[in-house]
Protein backbone atom coordinates (compact mmCIF):
# COMPACT_ATOMS: atom_id res chain seq x y z
CA UNK A 1 0.00 0.00 0.00
CA UNK A 2 1.35 3.35 -0.94
CA UNK A 3 2.12 5.71 2.20
CA UNK A 4 3.19 9.13 0.92
CA UNK A 5 4.01 9.97 4.73
CA UNK A 6 5.44 7.40 5.86
CA UNK A 7 8.80 9.33 5.88
CA UNK A 8 7.50 11.65 8.23
CA UNK A 9 5.37 9.70 10.30
CA UNK A 10 8.12 9.67 13.32
CA UNK A 11 8.65 11.02 16.84
CA UNK A 12 8.40 14.57 15.24
CA UNK A 13 5.03 14.34 14.02
CA UNK A 14 4.10 13.03 17.16
CA UNK A 15 5.48 15.97 19.23
CA UNK A 16 3.90 18.20 16.70
CA UNK A 17 0.45 16.97 17.14
CA UNK A 18 0.77 17.02 21.19
CA UNK A 19 1.34 20.77 20.53
CA UNK A 20 -1.66 21.51 18.51
CA UNK A 21 -4.34 24.04 19.41
CA UNK A 22 -6.93 21.62 18.94
CA UNK A 23 -8.74 19.24 21.40
CA UNK A 24 -7.20 15.89 20.82
CA UNK A 25 -9.31 12.93 21.84
CA UNK A 26 -7.84 10.03 23.07
CA UNK A 27 -11.03 7.40 23.62
CA UNK A 28 -10.03 4.55 21.03
CA UNK A 29 -13.08 1.99 21.85
CA UNK A 30 -14.65 4.16 24.45
CA UNK A 31 -15.24 6.98 21.75
CA UNK A 32 -16.79 3.66 19.13
CA UNK A 33 -18.86 2.48 22.16
CA UNK A 34 -20.29 5.92 23.08
CA UNK A 35 -20.81 7.07 19.54
CA UNK A 36 -22.95 3.75 19.17
CA UNK A 37 -24.62 4.40 22.32
CA UNK A 38 -25.50 7.86 21.84
CA UNK A 39 -26.55 7.63 17.84
CA UNK A 40 -28.25 4.77 18.91
CA UNK A 41 -30.69 5.72 21.91
CA UNK A 42 -30.10 9.60 21.59
CA UNK A 43 -29.58 10.84 18.06
CA UNK A 44 -31.57 8.11 16.90
CA UNK A 45 -29.18 7.49 13.42
CA UNK A 46 -28.60 10.99 12.98
CA UNK A 47 -24.69 10.75 13.45
CA UNK A 48 -24.28 8.24 10.87
CA UNK A 49 -26.59 9.69 8.58
CA UNK A 50 -24.40 12.62 8.94
CA UNK A 51 -21.54 10.42 7.77
CA UNK A 52 -23.26 8.75 4.97
CA UNK A 53 -24.66 12.47 3.85
CA UNK A 54 -20.95 13.57 3.65
CA UNK A 55 -19.48 11.26 1.26
CA UNK A 56 -22.97 11.50 -0.49
CA UNK A 57 -22.20 15.70 -1.10
CA UNK A 58 -18.37 14.50 -2.17
CA UNK A 59 -19.64 13.10 -5.04
CA UNK A 60 -16.90 10.14 -4.16
CA UNK A 61 -16.11 8.12 -7.29
CA UNK A 62 -14.50 4.77 -7.61
CA UNK A 63 -10.97 5.20 -7.65
CA UNK A 64 -10.35 8.34 -6.25
CA UNK A 65 -7.89 9.18 -3.22
CA UNK A 66 -9.25 10.58 -0.40
CA UNK A 67 -8.32 11.89 2.88
CA UNK A 68 -10.33 12.57 6.03
CA UNK A 69 -8.81 14.59 8.41
CA UNK A 70 -9.64 14.39 12.63
CA UNK A 71 -10.16 10.57 11.21
CA UNK A 72 -11.27 9.46 15.34
CA UNK A 73 -11.57 5.76 15.28
CA UNK A 74 -11.83 5.80 11.31
CA UNK A 75 -15.60 5.04 10.71
CA UNK A 76 -15.95 7.24 7.78
CA UNK A 77 -12.80 6.02 5.81
CA UNK A 78 -13.85 2.90 6.13
CA UNK A 79 -17.01 3.88 4.66
CA UNK A 80 -15.36 5.95 1.97
CA UNK A 81 -13.09 3.02 1.27
CA UNK A 82 -15.97 0.77 0.50
CA UNK A 83 -16.77 3.38 -2.57
CA UNK A 84 -13.45 3.97 -3.61
CA UNK A 85 -12.87 0.25 -4.24
CA UNK A 86 -9.85 -1.31 -4.01
CA UNK A 87 -8.28 1.20 -7.29
CA UNK A 88 -8.61 3.90 -5.18
CA UNK A 89 -7.05 4.90 -1.81
CA UNK A 90 -8.01 6.24 1.18
CA UNK A 91 -5.99 8.35 4.44
CA UNK A 92 -6.88 9.41 7.79
CA UNK A 93 -5.13 11.65 9.97
CA UNK A 94 -5.79 12.24 13.20
CA UNK A 95 -3.58 13.28 16.35
CA UNK A 96 -4.97 10.81 18.62
CA UNK A 97 -3.08 8.07 19.02
CA UNK A 98 -5.62 5.93 20.86
CA UNK A 99 -7.95 6.96 17.96
CA UNK A 100 -5.49 6.08 15.38
CA UNK A 101 -4.64 2.68 16.84
CA UNK A 102 -8.24 2.13 17.19
CA UNK A 103 -8.84 2.63 13.81
CA UNK A 104 -5.83 0.80 12.93
CA UNK A 105 -7.00 -2.24 14.76
CA UNK A 106 -10.61 -1.77 12.88
CA UNK A 107 -9.16 -2.20 9.38
CA UNK A 108 -6.78 -4.74 10.12
CA UNK A 109 -9.61 -7.14 11.44
CA UNK A 110 -11.29 -6.04 8.14
CA UNK A 111 -8.83 -6.36 6.34
CA UNK A 112 -9.51 -3.10 4.25
CA UNK A 113 -6.38 -1.15 2.45
CA UNK A 114 -6.82 2.65 4.60
CA UNK A 115 -3.52 4.26 5.98
CA UNK A 116 -4.57 5.93 9.32
CA UNK A 117 -1.60 8.06 10.40
CA UNK A 118 -0.74 10.37 13.74
CA UNK A 119 -0.90 14.01 12.58
CA UNK A 120 -2.59 17.49 12.51
CA UNK A 121 -4.55 19.90 10.18
CA UNK A 122 -1.97 22.05 10.30
CA UNK A 123 0.45 20.21 9.39
CA UNK A 124 -0.16 17.18 6.88
CA UNK A 125 2.05 14.71 6.18
CA UNK A 126 1.47 14.71 2.05
CA UNK A 127 2.76 16.33 -1.00
CA UNK A 128 1.15 19.13 -2.79
CA UNK A 129 -2.51 17.95 -4.89
CA UNK A 130 -2.55 14.44 -3.87
CA UNK A 131 -6.15 13.82 -2.80
CA UNK A 132 -9.16 14.47 -4.98
CA UNK A 133 -11.63 14.77 -2.01
CA UNK A 134 -10.43 15.64 1.31
CA UNK A 135 -13.46 15.32 4.20
CA UNK A 136 -13.74 16.75 7.71
CA UNK A 137 -16.47 15.23 10.31
CA UNK A 138 -17.15 16.85 13.62
CA UNK A 139 -13.40 18.12 13.92
CA UNK A 140 -13.79 21.79 12.86
CA UNK A 141 -15.47 22.92 16.23
CA UNK A 142 -12.38 21.93 18.59
CA UNK A 143 -10.11 24.29 16.97
CA UNK A 144 -9.78 27.99 17.33
CA UNK A 145 -10.26 30.16 14.40
CA UNK A 146 -6.48 30.39 13.74
CA UNK A 147 -5.98 26.68 13.12
CA UNK A 148 -9.06 26.24 11.19
CA UNK A 149 -7.49 29.16 8.98
CA UNK A 150 -4.06 27.21 9.12
CA UNK A 151 -5.88 23.57 8.34
CA UNK A 152 -8.27 24.84 5.44
CA UNK A 153 -4.95 26.29 3.53
CA UNK A 154 -3.11 22.24 4.00
CA UNK A 155 -6.52 21.14 2.97
CA UNK A 156 -5.70 23.72 0.11
CA UNK A 157 -2.35 22.63 -0.75
CA UNK A 158 -2.81 18.87 -0.49
CA UNK A 159 -6.03 18.83 -2.56
CA UNK A 160 -5.27 18.58 -6.63
CA UNK A 161 -7.13 21.51 -8.69
CA UNK A 162 -10.94 20.63 -8.74
CA UNK A 163 -10.50 18.20 -5.81
CA UNK A 164 -13.55 18.72 -3.61
CA UNK A 165 -13.77 19.55 0.50
CA UNK A 166 -16.46 18.66 2.47
CA UNK A 167 -16.96 19.75 6.35
CA UNK A 168 -19.57 18.41 8.41
CA UNK A 169 -19.55 19.66 12.06
CA UNK A 170 -22.07 20.51 14.95
CA UNK A 171 -23.70 24.24 15.08
CA UNK A 172 -22.39 26.71 17.05
CA UNK A 173 -24.11 25.93 21.08
CA UNK A 174 -25.66 29.77 20.11
CA UNK A 175 -27.61 27.54 17.59
CA UNK A 176 -28.54 24.72 19.42
CA UNK A 177 -31.07 23.48 21.87
CA UNK A 178 -31.39 20.55 24.03
CA UNK A 179 -28.88 18.29 26.00
CA UNK A 180 -26.75 17.59 23.52
CA UNK A 181 -25.99 21.25 23.25
CA UNK A 182 -24.34 21.13 26.31
CA UNK A 183 -21.59 18.37 25.27
CA UNK A 184 -19.60 20.90 23.07
CA UNK A 185 -17.98 24.37 23.45
CA UNK A 186 -19.27 25.96 20.25
CA UNK A 187 -17.55 26.45 16.86
CA UNK A 188 -18.79 28.38 13.70
CA UNK A 189 -22.05 28.88 11.96
CA UNK A 190 -21.68 27.32 8.83
CA UNK A 191 -21.78 30.68 7.32
CA UNK A 192 -18.90 31.59 9.21
CA UNK A 193 -16.97 28.46 8.17
CA UNK A 194 -17.89 28.48 4.31
CA UNK A 195 -16.55 32.61 4.65
CA UNK A 196 -13.19 30.81 6.22
CA UNK A 197 -13.28 28.31 3.41
CA UNK A 198 -13.89 30.95 0.76
CA UNK A 199 -10.73 32.76 2.56
CA UNK A 200 -8.85 29.72 1.76
CA UNK A 201 -9.37 30.30 -1.69
CA UNK A 202 -11.89 27.64 -2.39
CA UNK A 203 -14.96 28.39 -5.20
CA UNK A 204 -18.16 27.43 -5.53
CA UNK A 205 -18.42 27.31 -2.14
CA UNK A 206 -22.12 25.80 -0.94
CA UNK A 207 -23.54 25.42 2.72
CA UNK A 208 -26.38 22.53 3.64
CA UNK A 209 -28.15 22.24 7.12
CA UNK A 210 -29.40 18.77 8.44
CA UNK A 211 -32.75 17.84 8.88
CA UNK A 212 -33.65 17.50 12.48
CA UNK A 213 -36.08 15.05 13.07
CA UNK A 214 -38.90 15.66 16.49
CA UNK A 215 -37.70 11.98 17.89
CA UNK A 216 -34.02 12.80 18.22
CA UNK A 217 -31.62 14.82 20.52
CA UNK A 218 -29.14 15.46 17.76
CA UNK A 219 -28.31 18.86 17.98
CA UNK A 220 -28.08 20.33 14.88
CA UNK A 221 -25.44 20.05 11.93
CA UNK A 222 -24.27 21.24 9.01
CA UNK A 223 -22.08 20.72 5.88
CA UNK A 224 -20.15 23.27 3.61
CA UNK A 225 -19.03 22.01 0.50
CA UNK A 226 -16.11 23.88 -1.60
CA UNK A 227 -14.10 22.63 -5.06
CA UNK A 228 -10.32 24.01 -5.16
CA UNK A 229 -9.83 26.05 -8.17
C1 LIG B 1 -15.44 14.60 17.71
S1 LIG B 1 -14.02 13.80 17.00
C2 LIG B 1 -14.62 13.39 15.38
C3 LIG B 1 -13.95 12.16 14.85
C4 LIG B 1 -14.51 11.64 13.53
N1 LIG B 1 -14.25 12.56 12.45
C5 LIG B 1 -15.97 11.34 13.65
O1 LIG B 1 -16.78 11.96 12.92
O2 LIG B 1 -16.35 10.48 14.45
C6 LIG B 1 -12.87 15.12 16.64
C7 LIG B 1 -11.48 14.58 16.27
O3 LIG B 1 -10.65 15.68 15.88
C8 LIG B 1 -9.34 15.37 16.30
N2 LIG B 1 -8.48 16.59 16.30
C9 LIG B 1 -8.30 17.48 17.29
N3 LIG B 1 -7.39 18.40 16.92
C10 LIG B 1 -7.00 18.08 15.64
C11 LIG B 1 -6.05 18.64 14.73
N4 LIG B 1 -5.34 19.72 15.04
N5 LIG B 1 -5.89 18.05 13.53
C12 LIG B 1 -6.62 16.93 13.21
N6 LIG B 1 -7.52 16.36 14.05
C13 LIG B 1 -7.70 16.92 15.25
C14 LIG B 1 -9.54 14.74 17.67
O4 LIG B 1 -8.43 14.01 18.15
C15 LIG B 1 -10.78 13.88 17.43
O5 LIG B 1 -10.47 12.54 17.10
Known sequence: M???GRHRHNSTDKASAKGTKGLILNLGWRYDLTA???DTFVFRGKWRELRQKTAD??????????????CGTGTL??????RVGLTG???????????IARARSKVARRNVPIDFQIGVIEQLPFPDQTF??????????HLPDSLKRQGLAEIARVLKVGGRLV????????ERHGQAARFHAGGSSMQELAALVKEAGFSQVETEEMQLSRFSAFPGAGFVRAHKS
Open 57 to 70: LAGIQVGETVLDVG
Open 77 to 82: AIEVQQ
Open 89 to 99: RVYGVDPGTEQ
Open 2 to 4: HSF
Open 36 to 38: WFF
Open 167 to 174: IADFKPKR
Open 132 to 141: DVVLSTLMMH
